[in-house]
């Protein structure tokens, strides 16, 4: 019989969170998912769900009827709204300035459509001029997909433009707005949005492993129209919104798809109704006030950001590491001195850019002068 490993409980420190993700969490949330527990089937958590429904249909600017919170990351709702929607043979004209566009291509190899790239160089938002040209090459193509608020590189794209180009091309719009919900302008009724997917670690300061999610009556009408079945079990939505409709005071109504992670969601929960509280228009400008004087404060120490200041994402800054420092030490310096994280970049900004985050919780003018005063010190 194999020996009981003797390890101990383990206690992380407790880190200042200013890189990509995840961010700070409130201590409102994590007081949240310490709650008892209680069965997902529970008439009471039904309920909670139904408040929880109508949060994210806030944080989105939405009153799509499908939406929830994807039992899984920011990835498994990238996931989820390419599985349900594109079918095998059919064509996508996806977008690609940073990594998280290059992960979009390859959902839609998986499910066997076709990729057309609209390729923008690391740094620079998608060139709408250059989806129209794409989307006028190919008529056929069924979708729109593009990085709202692209983290490897901190640029911003116009959505509210893009997906008007999509409409006008017959085409419905998959967004990702991971690192965009709840720190930047997002208006997904307004835009006409039909698929959007986010991550609860972000701007919205929740614990890491949920995904809102949500379809417009367009591409509700695109799922229910398929010819064959979607292929993750898991993340077909005909199923799973058998257990986020009904009513709360009705549980037999919640088909059983799979145990919700209870805790995770009362987190979400209470991260999204303090954002409610603040406003969006009021979370919006927090990050973007809180951006403008880590800007001055990096602009004085000589850094320089990869993305222009036009397209530039308040809550995700990236710039370039100055010539003769050493990246992995300047970040190990600052975890181990400061218990501050700032990230690497990724792909091709690895080694050659930090990228400072913003987001929720972290968007305080407490990190930002720790942070400004801690690169300051190691950097002399």
């Known amino acids: 019989m194999l020996a009981a490993p003797k390890i101990d409980s383990f206690y992380p420190p407790r880190r200042t969170l200013m890189g990509p993700g995840p961010s700070d969490v409130y201590p409102e949330v994590l007081a949240a998912q310490s709650r008892p527990t209680i069965g997902h089937l529970d008439p009471l958590f039904v309920g909670m769900m139904d408040e929880l429904k109508s949060l994210i249909q806030y944080a989105f600017q939405t009153e ?67 989806v129209e040209a794409a989307l006028k090459a190919h008529p056929d193509a069924k979708f729109l997909a593009f990085v709202h608020a692209e983290t490897s590189t901190g640029a911003l794209s116009d959505a509210k433009r893009l997906c008007a180009l999509a409409k006008q091309y017959d085409c419905l719009s998959i967004v990702d707005a991971v690192t965009s919900v709840g720190g930047v302008e997002l208006r997904v009724d307004e835009w006409g949005i039909d698929a959007i997917y986010a991550g609860s670690q972000k701007c919205l300061s929740c614990v890491p492993g949920l995904s809102p999610v949500s379809f417009s009556p367009a591409a509700v009408a695109k799922i229910k129209a398929r010819t064959t079945q979607v292929q993750s079990w898991f993340l077909d939505q005909t199923l799973v919104m058998g257990y986020w409709s ?68 308040p809550q995700l800054n990236a710039v370039f590491i100055p010539a003769g420092i050493d990246d992995v030490a300047v970040r190990n310096l600052l975890l181990e001195n400061y218990n501050l994280e700032i990230g690497a970049g990724l792909g091709a900004l690895a080694g050659k850019a930090w990228r400072i985050g913003l987001m929720g919780f972290g968007a305080r003018r407490e990190n930002v002068a720790l942070c400004l005063k801690a690169l300051e010190e190691v950097l002399n």
Request: aromatic share 6%; glycine share 8%.
């Open 64 to 130: 799509n009827e499908m939406t929830l919170a994807v039992s899984a990351p920011g990835s498994a709702g990238m996931e989820t709204c390419f599985v349900n929607l594109v079918e095998a043979g059919e064509k996508v004209i996806v977008c690609r300035n940073g990594v998280f566009g290059e992960r979009m291509r390859q959902n839609v190899e998986r499910v066997g459509a076709t990729a057309v790239m609209v390729d923008n160089e690391w740094g620079e938002a998608v060139s709408p001029s250059d």
């Open 246 to 313: 009904g009513t709360a005071d009705n549980s037999a109504k919640r088909s059983y798809h799979h145990t919700a992670p209870v805790n995770a969601l009362y987190a979400l929960h209470e991260s999204l109704r303090i954002l409610a509280n603040e406003g969006l228009e009021a979370a919006w400008q927090r990050h973007a006030d809180m951006h403008q004087i880590l800007r001055q404060g990096l602009e004085g120490l000589g850094l320089k950001f990869v993305v222009d200041e036009a397209s530039r994402l």
